[in-house]
């Protein structure tokens, strides 16, 4: 069952404070939805999120009324007070995933595609898949990386443009891509073409866009893309593309 846990935000830029409205925003598809707490919220805060590098946030954490709850802390030098603290530089999605440790009841299956770890595993473990994400809008990126971090993919470089991935592309060797259709510097197939045949093709490739029809699925596929799929991407639809890999 969905749960709605409003979440108490002290300190942070203005930078970092839409990035982490963006992600309470994207949460709104998932059965954990976060929201910023205010004094006119209709429930109590569960949990407090601390900017380690604001005065504000020492205060906080030593305040008797935040006995019992969880505190999370960003930032050096976190007080015995606070339940974790993670050092900068961060990113989101270890935050989101921090708080979900939290709140997701452990008999909830997220059917994220994954299987089940062994008892007892002596193979020896690959080493984690590479992504690259490509796509000017910001939120969508956030949105493509916290995807990716839920399904245990971690690993992952960003692009706003064609221009700007295909310089990655050449420097690393990737497992798998995520291409925005819409590039401001060059047309998606071009881009879809040169990350499949370039010195370091990458051997799986889907696409995301707003508005899907039926001759650009066909096109995507014989253009070389394994998927073209919503922008952004419906979870459980991202999910399985990324069980084929």
Request: hydrophobic share 45%.
């Amino acid at each position: 069952m969905a749960q709605r846990i409003y979440i108490k935000v002290v300190g942070f830029s203005d930078e970092e404070r839409h990035a982490l409205n963006t992600l309470f925003r994207l949460s709104e598809q998932c059965l954990i939805m976060y929201q910023l707490w205010s004094t006119t919220a209709r429930g109590p805060a569960g949990m407090v999120l601390l900017d380690g590098g604001s005065y504000e946030a020492r205060l906080e954490a030593e305040s008797p009324m935040n006995r019992n709850l969880k505190m999370l802390w960003i930032g050096a030098d976190a007080p015995p007070q606070v339940w974790r603290s993670l050092a900068r530089p961060f990113a989101w999605p270890e935050v989101i995933e921090a708080m979900d440790a939290v709140f997701q009841p452990p008999s909830v299956d997220l059917d994220l595609g994954l299987p089940a770890p062994a008892q007892e595993d002596r193979a020896p473990k690959r080493p984690p898949k590479m992504a690259l994400i490509v796509s000017p809008s910001r939120d969508e990126r956030l949105y493509l990386r916290a995807r990716l971090a839920l399904a245990s993919l971690t690993q992952a470089d960003e692009a706003e443009s064609g221009n700007e991935a295909m310089e990655l592309a050449r420097s690393k060797q990737y497992d798998f891509a995520l291409v925005d259709f819409q590039l401001p510097d060059m047309t998606a197939w071009n881009l879809l073409r040169q990350l499949r045949q370039g010195k370091k093709p990458i051997a799986h490739v889907a696409m995301t866009k707003a508005q899907r029809s039926l001759p650009e699925h066909v096109r995507a596929w014989f253009g070389g893309a394994e998927a073209l799929l919503d922008s952004p991407p419906h979870p459980q639809r991202l999910n399985a593309w990324l069980r084929r890999l």
